[in-house]
């Protein structure tokens, strides 16, 4: 039995689940805010705590894709994509299948649902021993930084959850990615720690772009302008450094700005995407924590998860225009 089952603590996660409450829990993407998706109530605690402005619809968590049918209605493309990257950072949005009792705060009242089943034992077993699927946004105050390690939590939310299961750092570091099988074609609707490129081998087809709708109301969080964002102000594309800044590198930390900058770290010293993007949130935390007016992060290139980590660093980067542009 793993550690986590027989502890204390996992035994108190699935009560407080089940009484209606609140639990942070690792899944390999970062840390989720997780609340009984059945339960209106509870769902309405995950946005109060996050403090986000807006219902956005949620992700459902299930433990496998048996669970994920009893939700939603997937057609051969569903099947194959679930069949190939599930337990895994993908989400699903999926026609919503009648008579689920999944809530409508979590759909946005649409009639589709995001679904994902994560590669995290404590997360699935936390969906099996609540006996309900989770809807579970990142465990960060609307608009920060997503969180990767249970410390983040703490520091963020500690006060407004009941329980924090702590499994040390994420693996995959960035949210999963999301692609929507709603019409004919398949459209990428957020990169994330699935890349693009595995996602269309085994389509057999390229994804198509989100439309107008899709970026409307009501998709949110991971869509706004303004996201992920630090205190700091973010500058892109740097290859030097400015005096006051500190610096994100790709690759080893040139001599001179190590010397120059006020901070520097670098998301993988051997130019791999995969490391830069389990390390993404806690660099930018740990050098939001200097002080540093402004962070300077050198090019990342855009294919594999290099796109999720590109798409994350322009939010960070995006102009601030107040708490209502911002969420999760
Ligand atoms: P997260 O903040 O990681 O929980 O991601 C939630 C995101 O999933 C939202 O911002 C939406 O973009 C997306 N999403 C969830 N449900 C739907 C849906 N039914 N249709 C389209 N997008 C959805
Ligand atoms: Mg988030």
Not at 49 to 67: M, Q, W, Y
Not at 205 to 229: Q, V
Not at 302 to 322: M, P, Q, S, W
């Amino acid at each position: 039995m793993p550690d986590f089952l027989a502890a204390d603590g996992f035994r108190r996660a699935a009560e407080t689940i089940r009484a209606g409450g609140l639990v942070a829990v690792p899944t390999e993407t970062v840390y989720g805010l997780a609340a009984d998706a059945t339960n209106a109530e509870a769902c309405a605690r995950i946005y109060a705590a996050k403090g986000r402005p807006r219902f956005n619809p949620l992700i459902s968590h299930v433990a496998d894709t048996e669970a994920a049918r009893l939700h939603g209605l997937f057609d051969a493309r569903a099947l194959a994509l679930a069949d190939a990257f599930w337990p895994g950072p993908l989400t699903l949005v999926v026609p919503r299948r009648p008579g689920s009792p999944v809530c409508d705060l979590v759909t946005a009242g649409l009639d589709s649902i995001a679904l994902r089943v994560p590669d995290s034992p404590v997360m699935q077993a936390l969906s099996r021993e609540a006996g309900c699927p989770l809807a579970a946004p990142s465990a960060n105050r609307s608009g920060r930084i997503s969180p990767t390690t249970a410390q983040a939590v703490d520091e963020d939310l500690g006060e407004r959850v009941a329980v924090i299961l702590d499994t040390g750092p994420t693996r995959v570091g960035v949210e999963s990615t999301i692609v929507a099988l709603l019409e004919d074609e398949a459209r990428l609707l957020r990169p994330g720690g699935t890349a693009r490129e595995d996602l269309e081998r085994v389509l057999g087809a390229p994804l198509a772009d989100p439309t107008a709708r899709d970026t409307d109301t009501p998709a949110g969080p991971g869509m706004l302008k303004s996201h992920y964002a630090p205190r700091a102000r973010v500058r892109l594309e740097a290859r030097d450094i400015d005096p006051g800044e500190a610096f994100l590198g790709f690759g080893p930390v040139p001599e001179e700005i190590a010397r120059k900058a006020c901070a520097a770290r670098t998301l993988s010293e051997t130019y791999n995407v995969e490391e830069a993007a389990a390390r993404l949130f806690s660099d930018l935390r740990t050098l939001d924590a200097t002080g540093a007016a402004s962070i300077a992060v050198a090019p990342v290139p855009k294919t594999g998860l290099g796109e999720a980590i590109n798409d994350r660093l322009t939010r960070a980067a995006a102009e601030r225009t107040g708490a209502g542009a911002r969420a999760d």
